[in-house]
Structures are given as C-alpha cells and as structure tokens.
C-alpha cells in the first residue's frame, strides 16, 4: 500500500516563500514520476510541477519562474519551493504518484493512482 504525507503548509504574505514536502512509503519504488496539484476552493484540481526519475521537471506555465520541484529518489520524497508567492496561489496543495509507468501530465489528474491527504497554502495580499 501506497502512502503520501504531505507537510509544510502554512500562511505567507504575497511575496513570500513556503517549502512543501511529500514523504512516500510503501511501493512506491514503481513510479516513474511525482508531482503536486492544487484546488482552490470552487475549482478543478490543477497540476503545478511534476518530477520525473531521470531528474525531468515540468511546471504549469503560473508558476514557471517561481517554484522549483525536486524529488529525492534514495528517500522517495518530493518537495516544492514556492517563492514569489501570490495570493492566486492559495489551495490545497496534494503529493501524486502513479501506479507504474505513467504519461505524468499536469493537465490531467487521472495518470495519477496515488494521492495525499493536502496541505493548506494561504497567501495574503
């Protein structure tokens, strides 16, 4: 069984700096890539960055420039440096990995099996 913890939310001003990180257990060794989401309430998930095995990253075009994903794989774990932020970039923040191989994109929370719990990112104006 597959476990995703995610820690480091919290409450910044516009402007500021968080750290997310994601802690995997389990078999999560078969993924090829982890990835963070976002959902603000009232609207869809969204991808936000996506770590690949072979040290790819991609991010969504509103936060290029801004946070930086990097995945530990010896520790199978996941973090995402936010900087600059927005009040635009306040939602739950969810870890993602999928079951295997998998296309990885951002654009679709269904090449995802594996999910958090979230963490909260509010950003004040």
């Known amino acids: 069984q597959v476990q995703l913890v995610e820690s480091g939310g919290g409450s910044v001003q516009a402007g500021g700096s968080l750290r997310l990180s994601c802690a995997a257990s389990g078999s999560i060794y078969s993924s090829n890539c982890m990835a963070w989401f976002r959902q603000a309430p009232g609207k869809e998930r969204e991808g936000v960055a996506v770590?690949?095995?072979?040290?790819?990253?991609s991010y969504a075009d509103s936060v290029k420039g801004r946070f930086t994903v990097s995945k530990d794989n010896a520790k199978n774990t996941l973090s995402l440096y936010m900087n600059s932020l927005k009040p635009e970039d306040t939602a739950m923040y969810y870890c993602?990995?999928?079951?295997?191989?998998?296309?990885?994109?951002?654009?679709?929370?269904?090449?995802?099996?594996?999910w958090g719990q979230g963490t909260q990112v509010t950003v004040s104006s």
């Open positions: 770590a690949f095995d072979d040290g790819t990253t």
């Open positions: 993602a990995a999928p079951y295997g191989t998998s296309l990885c994109r951002l654009v679709t929370r269904y090449d995802y099996t594996y």
